[in-house]
């Protein structure tokens, strides 16, 4: 297990087309998260997982957003009709729950998409 | 509303100097703050976090609640220590603990020789 990855590295497509990442979590990982960062900002929170539960979303993330995690394992970030300003790092990370705080969270290289 | 305040985009200082990243947070709860590190080319880590009060490569942290800051300090830079720095918040009560970070812009330490 080499830790967080995420495919595909980088995406380049035309506004209006349909884009699919895909996340492979640490395998005893529980927690899996899917932030977004644009240039110069620091990353934001997009939407959270426990196991194959989708638990919380951001306000960030449109209709045309959607996250799945079938089986609790890895998870896609599909975005449907891309406009320019969804270009970005999409960067997925994963944790193990702890009882009592927040556990470290071990982020993946991320994906860049560019909308053209 | 949860913020966290990095005001220092660059931070630009000489090897063996003191260095001190500024974070100041807005949470009205009791938070969780970590600063994460992105080093050239390399992916988003843990550098260190409020809980453990330990020091990781010679950094600290120390979370001060009347003044809601989580400042990063070394009191001597190295070359390797040149890097992008996040200050991050989590919620600190377990009950409603995601876990999800808010994160501050970063700040860029560029250590000169």
């Known amino acids: 297990d080499t830790g967080v990855s995420q495919d595909p590295r980088h995406k380049i497509t035309k506004r209006g087309q349909n884009v699919t990442f895909r996340c492979d979590p640490i395998?005893?990982?529980?927690?899996l998260y899917w932030y977004r960062q644009t240039l110069g900002q620091g990353p934001e929170f997009l939407t959270y997982?426990?196991?194959?539960?989708?638990?919380?979303k951001s306000r960030l993330l449109s209709d045309r957003f959607s996250a799945e995690r079938p089986k609790g394992s890895f998870s896609t970030l599909e975005i449907q009709r891309t406009e320019q300003g969804d270009s970005a790092m999409y960067l997925c990370?994963?944790?193990?729950?702890?009882?009592?705080?927040?556990?470290?969270?071990?982020f993946g290289p991320g994906t860049r998409l560019t909308v053209l | 509303a949860q913020r966290v305040t990095q005001p220092e985009k660059l931070l630009s200082v000489f090897k063996g100097a003191p260095v001190e990243l500024k974070c100041n947070y807005s949470?009205?709860?009791?938070?969780?703050l970590f600063w994460y590190v992105q080093y050239s080319r390399q992916r988003l880590q843990l550098l260190l976090r409020?809980?453990s009060r330990e020091s990781i490569k010679g950094f600290t942290a120390d979370l001060n609640k009347g003044e809601t800051s989580f400042h990063l300090k070394k009191p001597f830079a190295q070359e390797e220590d040149s890097a992008m720095y996040y200050c991050?918040?989590?919620?600190?009560?377990?009950?409603?603990?995601?876990?999800?970070?808010?994160f501050g812009q970063g700040t860029t330490l560029q250590v000169k020789p």
């Open positions: 409020h809980i």
């Open positions: 949470y009205s709860g009791s938070p969780e």
């Open positions: 991050a918040l989590s919620r600190g009560d377990f009950s409603s603990n995601t876990g999800k970070l808010i």
């Open positions: 997982f426990q196991n194959e539960a989708q638990l919380e």
């Open positions: 395998s005893e990982h529980n927690r």
């Open positions: 990370a994963s944790s193990l729950e702890l009882q009592f705080y927040s556990n470290e969270q071990f």
